[in-house]
């Protein structure tokens, strides 16, 4: 009887220990268990214990630490640069794809990769660092989603906001690598997600170094130099961060690699991908979507026992409160 | 009268408080005086005052934190390497540069950059980033200069050394810029320098992810991706760091560029070049040397009333006590 007692007293204390963590993941979401036994496993004493300089997580960004529906909103910024870019291209108005954006067509604006690539190359390149940098500070200060309405830096995911705080209250560092653009992601993640510059990898156009009126400066050539998607995640991981995370987080078949390289490391680890169920409260798309198909790594997910978050059923709260 | 005595006071209590500060460096070195001075005003309230976020300062490795002389550290790595390697390739005791480098000819060896090509192939590529760390591991554990019979990772600068520490303790953020292989200098940046990993930023070859017996690792491939000397400096810093920094401290021509693109922000900034003077404690080289030329740098210096520290005047030690 006492033991029966005592038992039930350290469920009462654990499920109490427990009750702040992820406040907006659902009590009872077996994701939220795993990832909470997996963390304490590893910053706790005891055969799994990592240190703390290895205890690396890293997250897509896209669909995983925010939405990325209809487009991914890299696009609504090239899209919005061109609005505002109009006037200096009088020819934009009877060239595709440009012709198409001004006109709100955004079907056929988008309908193509030369057609992207068109628009990344007349809105990302050619201007320096710095006058990038100020483009993409000011569009996330002031842009709103064409349909919600909110700001791109509200439709975060709130219970991804506080796995990224719990992991760090834990000691470990959190990094973003996403297929997004590097250079578009740093101006904003340190406030938005509390991940600083050097902690963001992603893709990249190539720069040159120039020296213009005497002062030194970096500019942006009309060039992919690298793509940080599906093989090239774990790639640029390693040129980043120059270890194996012991954490990863992804929503999308372009995450899968990254999954694979985390998971082949010795010791504890862990792999999640994010499942977006919830057509109500967001969009629901997994095999089928162009955008964030989830194919290939749901049936591997599904083989190797990786914890899949059904947003739907698991999740509280959708977007930042 | 009071006034006097209140100024020779304060004259003695600097001095007293700055003995402690980089205790390698002579204590009437200017370029100390200099360092010192730029560190307090930019980490101190008042209008040079730089947010710890963005004290960020650079550091060249060859040469300017560790010695370069008779030839780049990372190329007597592949020298002891092509020696442990020899018994699985019986065609290297016939074939140029391997020939040479097995007959102890070291000049031939490293006769052409062809030839330092071909060992730096051999000898950094074809196999996993963990096998190549492991490898530089133990050398960096073993190896001893072929001059000095001192470890590598003695030779060292004391002054450096502290310089490093010292910028720390004022909120800094230390980075190795080398020209060197970013995969040769990460495994020992951490225990030599105390810079981990994520802030050192150098040349890489191109790197594959694969999955071979159902484990997922990355390969080296035998090409150069990145050369990180030069106008190839900024563009690392911007990749690795993504923000200008306030300080950068090179000893040779190959610095230039990230020193330019330092001091071409706003505000209070520094930028220091190591003078190759002692030939009796080390080696005394600058404008005419093959390694570490030091020309183009040194007349901008003079121009631009940079910082150059001579080492055989300013320096107490050279190299770890």
């Known amino acids: 009887m006492r033991i029966i007692c005592c038992s039930i007293l350290l469920c009462a204390i654990v499920a109490n220990a427990w009750a702040d963590i992820l406040p907006s993941w ?99 390149t050619g201007m320096t660092q710095a006058e990038f940098h100020q483009q993409v500070s000011d569009w996330i200060d002031a842009a709103r989603h064409p349909e919600t309405n909110r700001k791109y830096s509200s439709m975060i995911y709130q219970p991804m906001l506080e796995l990224l705080e719990y992991l760090r209250a834990n000691g470990f560092k959190t990094y973003i690598v996403s297929g997004g653009g590097i250079d578009f992601m740093r101006p904003w993640t340190e406030s938005v997600y509390g991940i600083p510059p050097t902690q963001v990898v992603g893709s990249r156009v190539k720069k040159a170094f120039v020296i213009e009126d005497g002062k030194a400066m970096i500019k942006r050539l009309p060039e992919m130099e690298f793509i940080d998607d599906k093989a090239g995640k774990p790639i640029g991981i390693d040129l980043h961060i120059g270890k194996r995370p012991i954490m990863a987080v992804g929503n999308s078949d372009g995450d899968l690699q990254m999954l694979q390289y985390t998971m082949a490391g010795n010791g504890k680890r862990l792999a999640v991908f994010i499942h977006h169920t919830d057509g109500e409260r967001e969009w629901a798309y997994d095999r089928d979507s162009t955008i964030g198909r989830f194919d290939e790594g749901l049936d591997e997910a599904k083989q190797q026992n990786w914890v899949v978050v059904d947003m739907a059923k698991e999740w509280k709260t959708i977007f930042l409160k």
């Not at 706790?44 to 960004?61: K, L, M, Q």
């Open 26 to 124: 659902q009590a009872n979401s077996q994701s939220r268990q795993e990832i909470i036994t997996f963390v304490q496993q590893v910053s706790e004493p005891g055969p799994h214990f990592v240190p703390e300089e290895d205890r690396i997580a890293v997250f897509d960004n896209d669909g995983t630490l925010w939405a990325e529906q209809p487009a991914y909103f890299q696009l609504f910024f090239a899209i919005d640069r061109i609005k505002l870019m109009q006037e200096q291209h009088p020819e934009w108005k009877t060239t595709e794809p440009f012709k198409s954006v001004l006109s709100g067509d955004l079907k056929t604006a988008l309908s193509s990769e030369e057609n992207i690539k068109q628009l990344i190359v007349a809105t990302h």
